[in-house]
């Protein structure tokens, strides 16, 4: 057979109850080095729209084991004897030099910043010439990266004492009138793309013949010399030197392969500030893939027009966080529109698989996107078979090529930064914060950016520890949920369904399930489970009080009701196919509020949850429109819509009427209720108590809120603390909204 799979370094095989997760370790005494990367798999890093590099430190400014931090990075800082041109045009910074008006020197410019004082880049009057042709002449270098510049110097060969090449009596032939201009390399200080630069040094006649010209320290990362005089001049070396840490940079770890799909727990990491600890931080960001490849290569389509957007060094800047973002196969117009990722016919092996190149997916009768289509549906080893690898990729003609992306179909975009928690130790297990990247996911990569707003702050990373289960619960989880419209604030009885997709074998199974509520849940109805051969397993909580907890029928039971999640056990669901139901009932107060969900195997004491994915899981009756297979995603299948109006704070009340708050423990306090609807973002709100002609007695609560239910204690006291006299009194209840302020005033009694 022609069916292929990738090699693997070791396989998780299920076989009775597991152990505790695995704490995988980068960094710090006991962890992984982090100058190897971390993982089994090299980082490659999207340089441009058709060159990679494989990396751990795009642009090389990350400080691997600093003085004192052994095994820790830190952004790198300036060494003030360093010259920091060096290197700048080599593949590792994914800088440059040149001119960009004149072309016959190009050649010549990456001698003066080569560290060698017996090159450089002669510009004297040629014999038999009227003119050096040097005025106006621009050199221009792209340092790669910002760093924090605040000295330049240049000079002929056998000016600087340190580059003695008296073969070169050339020590005369000095710039005589030059100026210095110099851009920080952020997008607010370009135009169109091209860098705005402010002149930092004008000489305008020059007697030195080793220039050393100082300059506040600034961010810089782009240079321009330009010379302003007509006399020829030689150069050996143009030199920058900085001070502090670089502003930005990026680590970006090896991928790590667990060998089969394994759940991903907690991430926590050690961290810690030189210098002012506000003037710098760090950011920390996950992907999972399906595959270990993280870019896609593509090719022209033969017969499609070539239409190419972008390119230069984008890809360690077009998402803001120092790695190309990427697009893939249906991503757009422009170059996504005209390149695909399958090798020509020509280079395909199997005979089948280059007939359905031959025939579809290059065909000019065949549209784009029904070839992209058609690729799609094949099977993962089928794709791997046709996708274009480094080496096809590097074998193609530049006619051919198209850009390198990243592969958004098989890895998710990256995550969004995590905050830091209060961390425990690395290798403590459930500690941090939950990994928000899909899950379960056979691989995994992490990146730190690293951000300095002062030349002598930094934060540095000692060790990044994060939790994995080897083989998960189930392969996949799809979940929906009817009906999936309701009215705003109204009570609603939802039934949320679960199909497990499950490996024999392998998998785990769950017996329990935590579902996401806007609100806290009422009531609970009927809990059902369906195997693949018809059994039927249910308990019915109709009725059931749910004040003291667990509430168990049989081997069914309600476990756990917070504010905003319900917990169900029930037997264990370890076979393909099964389909868990659970009815219960709720309120939205939100257009497109997702009830998400989480299942877990406590049978082994593992709280290491699996996340569900939205899709059509089972065929529910009434409000169920699914046109879909059952089993197929559907991204809105977890989301419940309401009736989008301006009547964004609803239900205000308040419990009781009259209360008496004399302290005898009996209807001492009231509570004063208020929905909040499609509030999208934390809106301001405020609660004052006022008496019956007007005056405020109580600032009772004023901070922001979101869409939600909420309640506010008053316990009969003014703002002095003292208790009210008895009568009627009038509330208010203001939001702040975008709209225009919504207001609601009230009355309530005071008695004794």
Request: hydrophobic letters at 40%; one cysteine or more.
């Amino acid at each position: 057979m022609r069916r292929v799979s990738f090699c693997i370094s070791f396989i998780w095989v299920f076989c009775g109850p597991p152990v505790a997760a695995e704490v995988i370790i980068v960094g710090g005494e006991s962890g992984r080095d982090w100058q190897s990367g971390g993982g089994d798999i090299a980082a490659q890093v999207i340089r441009s729209d058709q060159s990679i590099e494989i990396t751990n430190s795009p642009g090389g400014v990350i400080a691997f084991s600093p003085e004192g931090f052994d095994n820790w990075i830190f952004p790198q800082r300036a060494d003030t004897t360093l010259n920091i041109a060096l290197g700048a045009n080599s593949v590792a910074r994914g800088g440059s030099i040149t001119s960009p008006n004149i072309q016959s020197i190009r050649g010549e410019l990456p001698k003066i910043i080569d560290d060698d004082g017996s090159t450089g880049m002669d510009l004297r009057l040629s014999a038999g010439a009227t003119s050096a042709r040097v005025l106006g002449l621009i050199i221009d270098l792209d340092l790669g990266a910002r760093f924090g510049l605040d000295r330049f110097r240049f000079f002929p060969r056998n000016a600087a004492a340190e580059f003695p090449a008296p073969e070169f009596p050339f020590q005369n032939d000095f710039m005589r009138s030059f100026e210095i201009f110099i851009n920080d390399g952020t997008p607010e200080t370009k135009l169109e793309g091209v860098p705005i630069r402010e002149s930092v040094a004008l000489v305008g006649q020059n007697e030195d013949q080793v220039v050393d010209i100082h300059i506040p320290p600034q961010y810089v990362r782009f240079v321009r010399l330009k010379s302003l005089t007509a006399t020829g001049f030689d150069m050996a070396e143009f030199q920058v030197f900085g001070t502090g840490f670089v502003p930005e940079a990026v680590y970006v770890s090896n991928i790590f392969d667990f060998g089969d799909l394994a759940l991903l727990g907690k991430l926590r990491w050690v961290q810690q500030q030189v210098g002012d600890g506000q003037l710098s931080r760090i950011t920390v960001r996950t992907r999972t893939g399906e595959d270990p490849g993280t870019v896609q290569f593509n090719k022209v389509r033969p017969g499609e027009r070539i239409f190419r957007v972008g390119g230069g060094n984008a890809g360690l800047i077009s998402d803001g966080a120092g790695v190309s973002s990427g697009r893939g196969l249906g991503g757009g117009l422009g170059s996504a529109n005209d390149e695909v990722p399958w090798k020509f016919a020509r280079d395909i092996e199997d005979e089948e698989l280059k007939a359905l190149v031959e025939g579809l997916l290059d065909n000019e009768t065949v549209t784009l996107r029904d070839a992209i289509q058609i690729f799609n549906a094949l099977s993962p080893e089928d794709q791997n078979l046709l996708a274009l690898s480094e080496a096809d990729y590097k074998k193609l003609s530049s006619g051919d090529r198209g850009a390198i992306r990243n592969d958004v179909d098989n890895w998710s975009e990256w995550s969004p930064p995590y905050a830091l928690d209060e961390m425990a130790l690395l290798a403590q297990e459930g500690s941090g914060v939950e990994i928000v990247s899909p899950s379960p996911r056979r691989y995994l990569q992490f990146m730190i950016e690293f951000f300095s707003d002062e030349f002598e702050s930094a934060t540095g990373v000692g060790g990044l520890a994060f939790d994995v289960l080897a083989s998960p619960f189930a392969e996949q989880l799809m979940a929906e949920i009817v009906p999936r419209r309701a009215s705003v604030g109204e009570r609603t009885d939802f039934t949320y369904a679960v199909l497990a997709k499950l490996r024999p074998g392998q998998d785990r199974g769950f017996n329990r399930l935590q579902v996401d509520t806007p609100l806290k849940v009422g009531t609970v109805g009927t809990m059902r489970i369906q195997r693949p051969d018809g059994t039927v397993l249910e308990a019915d909580f109709t009725g059931v009080a749910l004040d003291r907890l667990p509430v168990q029928q049989g081997d069914f039971s309600i476990v756990e009701l917070q504010e905003q999640s319900v917990v169900f056990e029930f037997p264990l669901v370890d076979e393909d196919g099964t389909e868990l139901q659970v009815v219960f009932d709720n309120s939205v107060l939100r257009f497109g509020t997702t009830f998400s969900g989480q299942v877990f195997n406590t049978e082994n004491g593992q709280l290491l949850g699996q996340g569900v994915v939205a899709g059509n899981a089972a065929d529910l009756g009434d409000g169920d429109s699914d046109v879909q297979p059952l089993g197929t995603p559907f991204e809105g299948n977890l989301s419940v819509e309401v009736p989008i109006s301006g009547d964004l704070l609803v239900n205000v009340a308040v419990a009781p009427r009259v209360f008496t708050p004399n302290g005898d423990g009996v209807n001492d306090l009231t509570m004063i209720q208020y929905d909040l609807t499609n509030v999208g973002s934390p809106t301001g709100l405020a609660i004052a108590i006022y008496d019956l002609a007007g005056r405020p007695v109580r600032r009772l609560y004023d901070d922001l809120d979101n869409s939600g239910r909420f309640a506010r204690v008053w316990d009969g006291r003014d703002d002095t603390g003292q208790v009210v006299p008895p009568g009627n009194y009038v509330f208010s209840v203001t939001l702040a909204a975008k709209i225009g302020q919504r207001k609601v005033l009230a009355a309530v009694g005071v008695a004794y």
